[in-house]
C-alpha cells in the first residue's frame, strides 16, 4: 500500500463514529478488505492507498452514510455487505417503512421489493436468512401505513400441529401465535410493539393458520403465506384463489426444507412451476449469497448443502 496518495471524506463526527464502530472495528474491516489506511482527523475520515483502493474504501463508507442517513443502525454485517456492494458496484435498495426505511442489502433482496411493488402475486423463495419474510412484512407494513391497503394478513401452515388446532388450549391467537412468532418479531422490528398491538386490536393485521383461509375472500389486503414449503397442493390453491379486490399477495418458502410427511406434496415448487410467466406474477429467487444474519449462517447452509448433495449422488 503506498500511504503517500491519501483522500478525505468530509463527514460530520456523529456519522464518523458510527461508520467507525466500537473500537474502530468497522474501520479495521474496511482497511484489510481494500488495503488502505483510514485514519479520523476531526471532521471526516483520511484514506490512504492507491487510487483502487481508496475508491473502493469511499464507496463503502459512502454505503453506510447513506445507511445512516435513512434512520438505520451499522451493524458488522452491515460493512460487510457494503464492501461486497464496492467490490461489484451493487447499491443498496431502500425501503420505506417505521422509523425510517427498511433496506435491500442484496441486490437479489433489490430486485424482490421492486417485484413486490410492481405485481399482484409474488413468491419469495430462498433459504433462511435471506430476508424474504422480513422485507414481505416490510412491504405490508408499508401499505398499510400509507393507506394503500385496509389490513395485513399474515398465514402459514401449523405443520407441527397437523389440523389438531382446535385441541390446543386458549383462543385462536393462543394457538396460532407459537408459530407465528417469526412473524411477530419482523412486525415489532418494523412497526414497534405498541403499533402492532393497536392495529392488531383495530382488525388491521391479522395472523392465521392456512385452514382459517378457506372459504374467504380477502379484499383490500396484502397477504403473506409464509413458510409456503408447507402447504399441500389443495391448500396452496385455495389460499392463492382467496384474493379479492385491490389485494396482492406474497409467497414465501424454502422448497429445500420442506417438513411435510411427503414433500413431493408440497404446493410451493409446484405453484412456481405453472404459474412463473403468468401475467401479475413474478419470482425471486434469493440464495446463500443473500444470507444477512450472522455470517456463520451462511457457510452453515453451504455445508447442509453440500452434504445433501454428496448423499444424492
Not at 485514519?39 to 469511499?58: H, Q, V
Not at 442489502?105 to 436468512?129: E, M, R, W
Not at 397477504?223 to 384463489?241: C, Y
Amino acid at each position: 500500500m503506498s500511504r503517500g496518495l491519501a483522500e478525505f471524506l468530509s463527514l460530520e463526527d456523529d456519522v464518523v463514529r458510527a461508520v467507525s464502530g466500537a473500537g474502530g472495528r468497522n474501520l479495521a474491516l474496511i482497511e484489510d478488505a481494500f488495503h488502505v489506511l483510514v485514519e479520523t482527523p476531526g471532521g471526516g475520515l483520511a484514506l490512504k492507498g492507491d487510487a483502487s483502493a481508496r475508491r473502493g474504501a469511499k464507496h463503502a463508507i459512502e454505503t453506510l452514510s447513506e445507511r445512516l442517513a435513512s434512520g438505520l443502525t451499522i451493524a458488522q454485517t452491515d460493512v460487510r455487505l457494503a464492501i461486497e456492494h464496492a467490490r461489484t458496484g451493487g447499491t443498496a435498495a431502500v425501503h420505506g417503512a417505521r422509523r425510517g426505511a427498511v433496506a435491500a442489502k442484496t441486490a437479489a433482496q433489490a430486485a424482490y421489493l421492486d417485484a413486490l411493488a410492481n405485481h399482484d402475486l409474488v413468491f419469495g423463495l430462498g433459504p433462511a436468512g435471506t430476508g424474504k419474510t422480513f422485507l414481505a412484512v416490510a412491504h405490508g407494513a408499508a401499505l398499510l401505513r400509507a393507506g394503500e391497503i385496509e389490513r395485513l394478513v399474515v398465514t402459514r401452515p401449523a405443520v407441527e400441529a397437523g389440523e389438531r388446532l382446535g385441541f390446543l388450549p386458549g383462543d385462536l391467537n393462543e394457538k396460532v401465535d407459537p408459530y407465528m412468532a417469526p412473524v411477530w418479531e419482523a412486525m415489532i422490528n418494523i412497526l414497534g410493539a405498541d403499533a402492532l398491538r393497536r392495529r392488531r386490536e383495530r382488525g388491521e393485521i391479522e395472523v392465521a393458520p392456512i385452514a382459517f383461509m378457506r372459504g374467504r375472500t380477502l379484499a383490500h389486503a396484502f397477504v403473506i403465506v409464509d413458510e409456503a414449503q408447507n402447504t399441500s397442493r389443495l391448500q396452496m390453491k385455495m389460499v392463492l384463489t382467496r384474493l379479492g379486490e385491490g389485494s396482492r399477495m406474497a409467497v414465501t418458502g424454502d422448497p429445500s426444507q420442506v417438513d411435510l410427511i411427503n414433500p413431493g406434496d408440497s404446493g410451493l415448487a409446484h405453484a412456481v412451476s405453472i404459474l412463473e410467466g403468468v401475467e401479475g406474477v413474478a419470482v425471486t429467487r434469493l440464495t446463500v449469497a443473500d444470507i444477512v444474519r450472522h455470517p456463520l449462517v451462511g457457510r452453515i447452509v453451504k455445508a447442509y448443502d453440500a452434504d445433501s448433495a454428496r448423499r444424492t449422488r
